[in-house]
């Protein structure tokens, strides 16, 4: 499924919103796309198991009005790579930190969504210092594989999926909380989703089998903000809240109505939150 013609400009024009670098950044395994907007205490905007910075491109636009906010893409986002190396949470946290430092941001927010929150907190943990603020949202601090996650492993490994694939689809509607009702938002999930080769996909999954944070969390010293959707079926908003009772000092709220994707559905209202968060954390300092 292909995002129309008349909603795509729309979503993805960041020529204005002050868009001031784009470029690639070298990693461990290659080298990364980084898209650098806005002015302000910066932000970095870490992007989910598919879709990559694009996808969060939408509540990238709404940060920037107040902040420089950087969207770092994952390795393999855009290469047809069947998979590659280092598609794990912890490598993907040691090119976040390379990125940080390449663009000379010193303690900045971090903000991971889905997947994104597990290489915040693999970041937050191994790199404390490149961390000045955490804001988490669709994460927890070790994966749980289920069946429906091993049946999606399992496709993407064994057999070449068509695009638009009713199968998939039908994976990235669960991501919702409900069944979405058709339009622009689905449609650029959906859309951004597809860009992400499903090799890739499947590595990450593999790698996610791994990450488990839950009796590391105490080591966190950054002010920490976990944001639930109240209908997140992925991950439920009783195990974020229980993320943030582990980690020192975090705060946890909640956006109604908000499923596993309330960045992109509830961007405004996310955005919201980690501006009161932002200005709370002042407050405090000062």
Request: aromatic letters at 6%; hydrophobic letters at 45%; one cysteine or more.
């Amino acid at each position: 499924m292909r995002l129309a013609s008349r909603h795509r400009g729309s979503w993805l024009g960041l020529e204005d919103c002050g868009l001031a670098e784009i470029g690639r950044i070298p990693g461990r395994f290659g080298s990364v796309e980084t898209v650098v907007l806005g002015q302000g205490e910066p932000i970095v905007l870490l992007p989910g198991l598919a879709g990559g910075w694009r996808l969060v491109a939408p509540l990238a636009r709404i940060l920037s009005r107040t902040h420089r906010v950087a969207l770092v893409g994952l390795r393999g986002d855009r290469d047809l790579i069947g998979g590659g190396q280092g598609q794990r949470p912890s490598d993907h946290a040691l090119d976040v930190a390379r990125v940080i430092s390449a663009l000379h941001f010193e303690g900045p927010v971090v903000l991971g969504a889905s997947y994104g929150g597990a290489v915040a907190l693999e970041l937050a943990v191994r790199f404390p210092h490149a961390v000045g603020s955490l804001v988490l949202t669709g994460a927890e601090a070790r994966f749980r594989p289920n069946l429906g996650t091993r049946i999606l492993r399992s496709a993407l490994e064994r057999c070449p999926l068509p695009a638009g694939s009713p199968f998939l689809n039908q994976f990235f509607n669960v991501l919702h909380g409900c069944r979405p009702e058709p339009g622009p938002i689905t449609d650029f999930l959906v859309a951004r989703c597809w860009e992400t080769d499903q090799g890739v996909i499947a590595s990450r999954l593999r790698g996610l089998e791994s990450f488990d944070l839950s009796d590391r969390l105490w080591e966190i010293g950054a002010p920490t903000l976990v944001v639930a959707g109240t209908k997140d079926v992925v991950i439920p908003p009783s195990r974020q809240r229980s993320l943030a009772d582990a980690i020192p000092g975090a705060a946890f709220e909640s956006i109604e109505g908000a499923g596993h994707v309330a960045f992109l559905t509830h961007r405004a209202a996310l955005a919201q939150r980690v501006a009161s968060f932002l200005r709370s954390e002042v407050q405090i300092a000062s």
